[in-house]
């Protein structure tokens, strides 16, 4: 009697651990490649949360907000859920190609989200187009890699070339509206990819208000000295100051300001470091009265992304110990794309995810114009941008007009009057 009882129970445990087989889930890998390490190191691991954070979104069920894929649990009635493979390029190109060499080759991922740094993105996402595989963009900005005519690539972000028509639009406004007298300007910027880029597209835009620059002055990314740079700002003394900074650059080139006592009539930064939390922490007050272009702020989601707040809360907050900003923001944003993709596809095969990116609308709770949509190019023609100032730790938003929730500080404030 006894045996026949434990034979009985064997053969139900037999049966029920193939049922749950039978029902597991399958895996679909995906790479996030971000500099975890060197001098963008805090920045590259709030992308890497940003993207675990969307993947726990995917995978639960969140019948509490209202997106895409929120009710379920993982891909096609549970068939599929999402696994990151973690990959740090420490903000080396060349580390980036091999690192991206190795994600596709040897962990087998399906497709890659990366790199922050517009120079890792460029030779990662070429190994992708070799390959005929996916890679997806949040963040980087240098217009040139919408300009190579890939086919398997694919950004959300606006281009360094829409932030800087934005930018000349604003100094346009603020002559026109405050008789703001702002007439030359000066740049600096990291001798990199997305630095050069940046400069060329703030020259070309500058152009066309008969903008004088008076200063074009480039430096090292990971610097530890910015003060022969500042002093060719402040020598130049530009009305304007276009800075395409990252992470600890962008905090010495503001603190190097600071020890110099000058300050131009306004500083606006392209996309990263002015928004990331952590820097503007460390800044403290300092970094009072610097503007830049953000898609995202705490501030702007409450009114407009009021969805992106519940994911922020649920999922990234618990891992970051901060809110989402507007590069980390954009990397979840495409790993959401990508599964709204492949559920749409009927499931991981990449020529039919392809054809869905290339043609589909998605929509996006984490994106300000709550959409997106990729051109021929791979680029999102839904991209939006906003200015803000930021003022004790709050990003303030002054521009457009249609966004605006505060009047600026105008000029900044100098050092020796705070």
């Given amino acids: 009697m006894r045996k026949r009882v434990v034979i009985a129970a064997m053969s139900v445990l037999s049966a029920a651990l193939l049922a749950s087989s039978a029902f597991a889930a399958e895996e679909i890998k995906i790479g996030a490649l971000f500099p975890l390490t060197g001098p963008a190191a805090v920045s590259g691991q709030n992308c890497i949360n940003s993207v675990l954070a969307a993947a726990d979104f995917i995978n639960e069920a969140n019948p509490e907000i209202n997106a895409p894929l929120a009710a379920g649990e993982g891909l096609l009635g549970g068939k599929y859920v999402i696994k990151i493979v973690q990959a740090d390029h420490q903000g080396k190109p060349d580390v980036a190609k091999s690192e991206a060499e190795r994600l596709y080759n040897q962990e087998g991922v399906f497709a890659i989200i990366g790199c922050y740094n517009s120079a890792a993105t460029k030779p990662a996402s070429a190994v992708a187009e070799r390959a005929k595989k996916i890679f997806l963009c949040g963040c980087s900005s240098s217009a040139e890699l919408t300009e190579r005519g890939y086919k398997y690539f694919f950004r959300h972000a606006p281009t360094d070339a829409i932030e800087s028509v934005e930018f000349v639009d604003y100094i346009e406004y603020l002559n026109k509206e405050q008789n703001a007298g ?171 995810v392809l054809q869905v990116l290339r043609t589909e609308e998605f929509p996006s709770i984490m994106s300000l114009s709550g959409s997106v949509k990729f051109g021929e190019d791979g680029q999102n023609v839904k991209a939006l941008s906003v200015i803000t100032q930021l003022e004790s730790q709050k990003y303030n938003t002054v521009f457009p007009l249609k966004y605006k929730d505060s009047e600026p500080t105008f000029p900044m404030t100098p050092w020796d009057k705070r």
């Fill in 182 to 352: 702002i007439k030359t300007l000066g740049l600096i910027y990291e001798n990199t990819e997305f630095g050069k880029h940046a400069a060329a597209e703030a020259q070309k835009a500058a152009k066309k208000i008969n903008l004088e620059i008076v200063a074009d002055v480039p430096f090292n990314n990971g610097a530890t000295n910015l003060n022969s740079e500042v002093q060719k700002l402040k020598a130049a003394n530009p009305d304007a100051v276009f800075g395409a900074a990252l992470g600890g650059d962008y905090s010495l080139w503001v603190r190097t300001m600071k020890q110099l006592n000058w300050l131009p009539k306004i500083a606006i930064n392209y996309c990263t470091g002015y928004q990331n939390p952590a820097v503007q922490k460390e800044l403290g007050d300092d970094g009072n009265f610097f503007m830049g272009g953000m898609g995202f702020s705490p501030e702007l989601a409450k009114k407009f992304m009021p969805e992106a707040i519940k994911v922020q809360d649920k999922y990234y907050t618990p891992r970051s110990n901060q809110p989402f900003d507007s590069d980390s923001i954009q990397e979840a944003v495409m790993l959401m794309v990508l599964a709204q993709a492949i559920e749409k596809a009927g499931g991981p095969d990449t020529e039919k």
